[in-house]
């Protein structure tokens, strides 16, 4: 009599979700949240009462200055830290400080050099208590599918950088998480092969549905990409702006000569580099 299977050896349900990506409902919630790194005299607050819905489905990218607390944050919501003040939520359960609940991508791919790009990929799945062979044969129609087909058995060194980013990628999508974390997954790529990558990217949201959270530096990425595009302002960094981007899907590279791009780009601009509005002077005898 064959050998029962255990739960965590069942493969699980196919990736492919719906054709295009939908947003119902908030995924994910950050509420009021601050960090403060140290304590007294010496004690810098990286982000203060943060507080952002995202949608199911929805992709959305964080953009600020260097320095105003983007990978805070994101670690913030991995449960890499507990914030100082404040909650995460997702689908309405607090996670604040529990790891592993969502998927998170680097700017660096983190591809282990004595695995094949195969065996990378499979890496999360393997991890999650999937057998080896089953891991493989869950992920290899899925790599001919994205662009990895013939390189199953490379290893990453033989990789140009796009490519090692679509590994990074994929298997990052393989560890089944509904939320993705993705802090400048593209920023060392060069500008053509960046454009390929946010195509790609695309796809692949459209593909499986997930939501999706980018930070970049890049203000026309994050305008191509994104439904929304959330402004934090210099340390500590806070909400400036949420600015919906007014594009339709699908949304093709030519949308970058188009009037609706060049607007929230300029406005998008604005926030990162003007001033902060200055106060209203107090009325005269106003102590």
């Known amino acids: ?74 670690n913030i919501v991995a449960g890499l830290l507990r914030p100082t003040r404040g909650r995460v939520l997702l689908d309405g359960e607090d996670i604040s400080g529990r790891a592993g609940l969502v998927s998170y991508m680097l700017q660096k791919d983190l591809l282990l050099p004595w695995r094949t790009v195969l065996d990378n990929v499979v890496l999360g799945l393997e991890l999650g208590g999937m057998r080896m062979a089953e891991a493989r044969a869950h992920a290899l129609p899925l790599m001919r599918r994205y662009g990895l087909g013939g390189f199953e058995a490379q290893y990453p060194a033989a990789l140009s950088g796009g490519m090692r980013q679509r590994a990074a990628l994929l298997r990052t999508l393989l560890c089944d998480r509904d939320v993705i974390l993705l802090d400048e997954p593209f920023g060392a790529l060069d500008a053509q092969t960046r454009f390929r990558m946010q195509e790609w990217l695309l796809d692949l949201w459209q593909d499986f549905g997930r939501t999706v959270v980018l930070v970049t530096h890049d203000v026309d990425e994050a305008v191509f990409l994104s439904d929304e595009i959330v402004v934090l302002s210099p340390r500590p960094g806070r909400v400036r702006a949420r600015l919906p981007v007014p594009l339709a899907r699908p949304r093709p590279r030519g949308v970058v000569t188009s009037a609706g791009f060049a607007r929230t780009k300029e406005r998008c601009l604005e926030l990162l580099f003007d001033a902060e509005p200055a106060p209203s002077p107090e009325p005269a005898g106003a102590r």
């Open 1 to 74: 009599m064959p050998e029962p299977r255990r739960p965590h050896d069942r493969t699980p349900e196919p990736l492919a979700a719906p054709a295009t990506a939908t947003m119902t409902g908030v995924k994910l919630s950050l509420r009021d949240i601050t960090h403060v790194f140290g304590n007294g005299a010496g004690a810098i607050t990286a982000v203060e009462d943060v507080a952002i819905d995202i949608p199911a489905g929805g992709l959305v990218s964080v953009i600020g200055r260097s320095g105003c607390g983007k990978t805070t944050l994101f």
